[in-house]
C-alpha cells in the first residue's frame, strides 16, 4: 500500500555508506584464501599458516606475498575495493569470482579490475600497496589500515580528506546519494544507470556529466548535490554526518506537483476505505486505489479532474522512462509504472472521451485503445457508484471523524500549503466518508512516500514525495 518510492533512509544512502561500515566491521580476509587460489594458479603452498604468508630466515619471517599470482591479487583487490575505493561488497564479490582463472598473472587481473570499476590503474596500485600485509604474520605486517587512513590522510595532527571525485568509482558513490536523496530519483533507475556505467567513463566529472544528460538534471545541480554528499562517509572533521532531507534544495510546490498529489493521497484514501469499512477486494488492491482516485475525480471532481489526472499520468510516465521498457518490473503489488499510467488514462476516457483526450494523449493512447476503454470502464465506475453508495455522510453534513494535519516548519513550501484549494478538496474528500474511528491525513517533513497505516488510521505524505512531483514537473517543461 505504499506509493512506489524510494525506499528507507538506510537504503537512500547506497554503496557509499555500505563501503563505511565494512571499514569498521569487515575482517581481514583469510590468508587460505590466497593460498587455494594461488594452487589455482599453479602454485604449491604450504599448509601451515606461516608458510603462506612468510619464510622462516635466522629467526626472522620474510613476506612471501607474491601480487603476480591472480590469485593473491585477487584477495588483496577485495580489500582495497571495499575498504578504501568504496565499491559495494557485492559487485566486488561478483567480479573477483567471475575473474577466476581468466587472466594469466595479478598484473593482468589489476588492470581488468581497474576498467570494470573505473578507477585508474595508479590509485588501484596505490590502495594495492597498502593493503599488501594486511595477512602477514612478519614485522609491520598483520595490521589492517585504520578507518581513518581510509577517507583521510594524517598531516600535523589533522585529517586531511582523501575523497577524490576525478575517480570514477568514489564519484559514483556519491552520485547515488545525491541522486536518491535530494533528488528524488528512483532507487531502481539509478542503480540500473550506476552499475551500468561501469568502466564506461574515463573519470568523475565524464561520470557526473553522462549522469545529468541521463537523468534530465543540470550539470551545476548536480555538482551542487554531489558536494553535500562529498564527506557523508569520512572521518575527519566535518565529515561522516547525513545530510537532513531539509538540507537539500526545497522547491516551491507548483501546481504540477499539487495536481499530483492529489490523485496519489485519493490513491491512499482508498486503501483506508478498503480496510474501515471491510470492502471486498477481488483483484489488486494497488489497481483497486488508482481506480479509486480517478472515479472519484471524474465524478466528484469533475472541474479539476482533467489537470489531476493528466500531472498523475505524465508523472507516471516519466518514472516509466527511467528504466528500460526490458527492466520494468513484474514483482510487488504494483503494476509497472506505465500500466499504471494507461489503466488510469482507460478509466478517465470510460467517463468522458472527449473530455479526458489531454490524459489518453499523456497516456500514448491509440484510438483503439480509446475505443475498447470505454467498454469494459464504464462497468468500474458503475461498480464505485454502488459500493460508495452507503459510506457517504449525509448531505450537507461532515465527519467528525476525519482531521487533516500538515506537520512541518512555519516556513517551508509545505506550510504555505495550508487553505490552498488543494488542501479544502482533499479535506472535503476526507470528511465526505462516515469513518466509523478518527482517521487522519498528515502531510510531514521526510524522505519518504505515501502510504495507508492501518494501526494508526493515518494517511502520512511525505515533504520529500512531493518535492520529487516538482522535480518532475520542471524536467516537463
Not at 559514483?172 to 567513463?201: C, Y
Not at 572521518?235 to 499530483?260: C, M, Q, R, Y
Request: charged share 20%; net charge negative; glycine share 8%.
Amino acid at each position: 500500500m505504499v506509493h512506489a518510492l524510494p525506499k528507507t533512509t538506510s537504503r537512500f544512502l547506497g554503496t557509499a555508506l555500505l563501503a563505511a561500515s565494512l571499514a569498521f566491521a569487515l575482517p581481514p580476509l583469510s590468508p587460505r584464501a590466497g593460498a587455494q587460489d594461488a594452487a589455482q594458479d599453479g602454485t604449491q603452498e604450504g599448509t601451515q599458516e606461516g608458510t603462506q604468508e612468510g619464510t622462516q630466515k635466522g629467526g626472522s619471517l620474510e613476506c612471501r606475498v607474491n601480487l603476480h599470482l591472480a590469485g593473491m591479487m585477487s584477495d588483496i583487490l577485495s580489500n582495497a575495493l571495499m575498504r578504501s575505493l568504496g565499491q559495494p561488497e557485492s559487485a566486488v564479490r561478483t567480479f573477483l569470482d567471475e575473474s577466476r582463472g581468466k587472466h594469466p598473472d595479478g598484473e593482468a587481473l589489476l588492470k581488468a579490475t581497474a576498467a570494470h570499476f573505473g578507477i585508474s590503474e595508479a590509485e588501484l596500485w596505490e590502495q594495492v600497496e597498502k593493503y599488501r600485509h594486511v595477512n602477514c604474520s612478519h614485522e609491520g605486517g598483520g595490521a589492517i589500515p585504520s578507518a581513518e587512513s581510509e577517507d583521510a590522510t594524517q598531516k600535523g595532527g589533522s585529517l586531511e580528506c582523501r575523497v577524490n571525485l576525478h575517480l570514477a568509482g568514489m564519484m559514483s558513490d556519491i552520485l547515488s546519494n545525491a541522486l536518491m536523496r535530494s533528488l528524488g530519483q528512483p532507487e531502481s533507475a539509478v542503480r540500473t544507470f550506476l552499475d551500468e556505467s561501469r568502466g564506461k567513463h574515463p573519470d568523475g566529472e565524464a561520470l557526473l556529466k553522462a549522469t545529468a544528460a541521463h537523468f534530465g538534471i543540470s550539470e551545476a545541480e548536480l555538482w551542487e548535490q554531489v558536494e553535500k554528499y562529498r564527506h557523508v562517509n569520512c572521518s575527519h572533521e566535518g565529515g561522516g554526518a547525513i545530510p537532513s532531507a531539509d538540507e537539500g534544495p526545497t522547491l516551491e510546490i507548483t501546481p504540477f506537483a499539487k495536481n499530483v498529489t492529489t490523485h496519489v493521497v485519493l490513491h491512499e484514501m482508498a486503501h483506508a476505505l478498503v480496510r474501515e469499512f471491510d470492502l471486498p477486494v477481488l483483484g489488486n488492491e494497488e489497481t483497486l486505489a488508482d481506480a479509486f482516485a480517478t472515479h472519484y475525480l471524474t465524478a466528484h471532481l469533475p472541474d479539476r479532474a482533467v489537470d489531476v489526472l493528466t500531472a498523475r499520468v505524465q508523472s507516471l510516465m516519466v518514472e516509466a522512462g527511467e528504466e528500460p521498457r526490458a527492466e520494468w518490473s513484474v514483482n510487488g503489488e504494483h503494476n509497472s509504472d506505465a500500466r499504471r499510467a494507461f489503466q488510469i488514462a482507460a478509466l478517465a476516457i470510460a467517463a468522458d472521451p472527449a473530455k479526458y483526450q489531454p490524459v489518453a494523449v499523456a497516456a500514448g493512447m491509440s484510438n483503439d485503445d480509446i475505443r475498447r476503454a470505454a467498454d469494459y470502464g464504464t462497468e468500474i465506475h458503475r461498480s464505485w457508484r454502488r459500493i460508495l453508495r452507503p459510506l457517504w455522510m449525509p448531505e450537507g453534513l461532515a465527519s467528525g471523524e476525519a482531521r487533516l494535519q500538515l506537520n512541518t516548519e512555519a516556513a517551508t513550501p509545505l506550510a504555505r500549503l495550508q487553505g490552498t484549494p488543494m488542501m479544502e478538496e482533499l479535506r472535503t474528500a476526507l470528511l465526505g466518508f462516515d469513518w466509523h474511528s478518527q482517521v487522519t491525513l498528515s502531510f510531514v517533513d521526510g524522505d519518504g512516500g505515501a502510504a495507508w497505516n492501518r494501526s494508526r488510521r493515518t494517511i502520512t505524505v511525505n515533504s520529500g514525495y512531493v518535492q520529487r512531483f516538482v522535480r518532475q514537473g520542471m524536467r516537463l517543461e
